[in-house]
């Protein structure tokens, strides 16, 4: 082929969209992607899942290299790390070959942040990051009762929840004294916790871990001063960009420790754009929709939109990411808990107060069996009154509604101009006449009216 | 009391939301409910569960006039007719009362139209409108084998859905070439058609309806020609606006024949707006958030937010009902339909051929059970590139995304724009990675650009 040669470094989210993209966008290019995984294109979020059996590895991952060479005209380059990349020649070298680009996408992700504490290197110690990864916490927890989990952010709940389901006796022990912290605000997360309390989940709030106790194998955990048991400890203590390879190439790091990307995924070399080098998913810093300035947004939709607009510039297409407000969910065990924009928490970061709504109705109407409650809460600039921030905690269908409030946050809309134009449809098995959200918009409204 | 006196005459969604509402804007106001229904407050659209057991009249009927009295401070006045409106004097008469009032709000809503051929009044041919229609043919059914509803449209198939799982034999039969006209696209209609004819349901289409047969009680119906067994009848042929009141008050009907209104549900008569008399619900037209010019937007839901804009303006409150987008969903045991904005139909009265996207999707990640496939079509102004509809079918969870794209058409946003700023949160139990919102999205794009 004579075509453009673009080169991918990771097959995460981002990686693979990317890859993908760029061939859809110029079929006549050359794509190879060069990853150190064994298995590709998965999402790492379903696994939780795989241990309470509700899927399998192999369900898992979607397809092989095998299938991208002859599907998809992809080469994917497997279990091979990337020594070297030269920006000048526009050449990535990897196992003992030299790759030269046309345009490169750097989709390395991130790892996980352990703290830097006595015994984290003991046997069964995990993160949960690759399917490899937890192929080998499964083998673990095969003989494990206690199981501590390190950090009670968004994946240390769903594995908390996995692994309560799977039969073991979970500790959760958190720094902070919340759940989902930075994200999620106390009242919203103390509902999940109090729901998670009941299904028989300890957690140890307000806890920094400070040792992991044993020898040769783990055996307990202590934090604040106290020991807690543990056949197996996992540390879900968020993730921190691999930032390796972007600094081979000098590409500038900016104040979140994480690539700085313009809106088509492109990068800078001291404050100038690279020509023909991008960057996407955990590895970025890329704007935020609700303040001025950079955001991290380490979630597989971000990686996956970031991604398909790399990929896409990558093959010399227009395209842009624009900002985001970072829309999370997490679905827990007849609990899920989403979120978009600003928490209060963060807000206060920047000096805001923001004006809250908060209301809670149902999922279904009042006379429709199966109906669980739903409590919907929106934050509002006090100054603009542009809706910068949502909360949603019920036992079913969030997804949506955090998409149509993220929505509603990146267009700029005000409380008063969603409390007019916003509308819901209706039917009994699957809302209210008047929707939680739209409920809650009301509250705002008269919070900040009040 | 010696506030404002504020009559509203009618009890449905609009009726007793504006009532609550103008009670809690003015809390000194003097507020009286007139209806002619005996059961007030209850949500007509859940008259269909009934029939199948899923709840109870009872359980439909929130409150009664008993409690809006003692609990809210609102008089209702039940199974009263009002005679006379006298809009110089301000007031109304109804029974043997006469009722002064300081503002109006006329929330008299609409009636089932039921063509008019022979035997339309037969015995045990029904509408469903009100609790007490539903009771009478509830009764009708007990010894019912046969059942014939007449119209396709989102109540007529609940019903079919509904008296299907109680056991009947359930034939629709539609004049026009596709279930939901008008609302809904024939290549979305269809998946639904399908999958209830699969459940048993059968449907003649392009068939309007002639004739009912029997002696006394229906026996048959004839339509295009051929005989339909039918021990019951019911007609599910639409609704058309109530307007004896707003007669009696001249007030200006416009050409959609249903009453005129400003944004703050203010009505009009020669032109002008009528000082302290207002309108909201199925009775009135309003404006559409797609096009330059009214829309019908009979739903419970718009019913509830133009009755809370009616009742706060009735107040002397400042409120403002916008326009509308008219988003619906209807759920059929297994299979949910939504809709927002323009069909394709719809849009082509107004001479405009959108641009479409659709893709099928998952309600929840390929390897997680228990989701469904999920279609999402999205249309857009080809001149303009707004989006300007949008639909979807799935198993679950279409309500959130259709209140999204919702709020997307009444934003005014381009599929562009859409196509950058738009984001999903994601989770295997509930959404795919890129929500198929998204990726319809796309399609829209590559099929405006291409």
Redesign the interface.
């Known amino acids: 082929m004579s075509g453009r040669r673009i080169v991918v470094i990771g097959s995460g989210?981002a990686g693979m969209s990317a890859a993908s993209e760029a061939k859809r966008a110029d079929p006549e290019a050359a794509v190879t992607v060069i990853t150190e995984d064994s298995d590709i294109a998965y999402?790492p979020?379903?696994i939780p899942?795989v241990f309470e059996g509700?899927?399998?590895w192999d369900?898992?991952v979607?397809h092989d290299a095998a299938f991208y060479g002859k599907e998809r005209g992809i080469e994917v380059v497997t279990e091979t790390s990337v020594s070297a990349v030269d920006g000048e020649k526009r050449s990535v070298t990897a196992g003992d070959r030299e790759y030269a680009y046309d345009a490169l996408v750097i989709a390395t992700g991130s790892t996980v942040f352990v703290p830097p504490i006595e015994g984290k290197d003991l046997e069964n110690v995990y993160t949960i990051k690759t399917v490899r990864d937890g192929k080998r916490l499964e083998q673990a927890l095969k003989d494990a009762r206690h199981v501590v989990i390190g950090g009670a952010g968004v994946i240390g709940l769903e594995a908390a929840v996995a692994l309560r389901n799977a039969g073991k006796e979970v500790t959760v022990i958190e720094m902070m004294d919340q759940a989902i912290p930075r994200i999620a605000d106390p009242d919203m997360a103390a509902m999940v916790q109090e729901h998670l309390e009941s299904a028989g989940i300890r957690f140890v709030m307000k806890a920094p871990i400070q040792k992991v106790n044993g020898t040769g194998k783990a055996e307990s955990v202590t934090a604040a001063g106290t020991d807690y048991p543990a056949d197996v400890v996992i540390f879900a203590t968020g993730v921190r960009a691999d930032l390796r390879i972007p600094r081979m190439l000098e590409l500038d790091i900016g104040q979140l420790n994480a690539v700085v990307t313009a809106p088509n995924m492109q990068v800078y070399r001291r404050g100038r754009l690279v020509p023909g080098v991008f960057a996407a998913g955990d590895v970025v810093q890329c704007q935020s929709?609700v303040v001025s300035g950079p955001t991290m947004s380490q979630?597989?939709?971000?990686a996956?939109?970031q991604g398909l607009v790399a990929g896409r510039c990558a093959a010399g297409k227009p395209a842009?990411?624009?900002?985001?407000?970072?829309?999370?969910?997490?679905?827990l065990e007849g609990i899920?808990i989403?979120g978009?924009g600003m928490s209060a928490g963060l807000a206060s970061w920047y000096g805001m107060t923001p004006v809250s709504g908060k209301t809670t109705g149902l999922t279904r109407?009042?006379?429709?069996?199966g109906g669980t409650p739903m409590t919907v809460k929106l934050l509002a600039d006090p100054a603009s009154h542009r809706i910068v921030g949502a909360q949603i905690v019920a036992g079913e269908?969030?997804?949506?509604?955090?998409?149509?409030l993220?929505?509603?946050i990146?267009?700029g809309?005000t409380a008063e101009d969603?409390a007019?134009?916003?509308?819901?449809?209706?039917?009994?098995?699957?809302?209210m006449?008047?929707?939680t959200?739209?409920a809650a918009a009301d509250d705002l409204l008269k919070n900040i009216e009040g």
């Open positions: 989210a999402s979020c379903a899942w509700r899927t399998t369900a898992l979607m929709s979630l597989g939709s971000t996956v939109k842009s990411f624009g900002a985001t407000a970072s829309p999370w969910v997490c679905s899920e989403g978009t109407a009042r006379y429709y069996p269908d969030v997804t949506g509604r955090i998409n149509w993220t929505s509603v990146n267009e809309v969603f007019v134009r916003a509308e819901n449809a209706y039917c009994p098995p699957t809302n006449v008047r929707d959200v739209l």
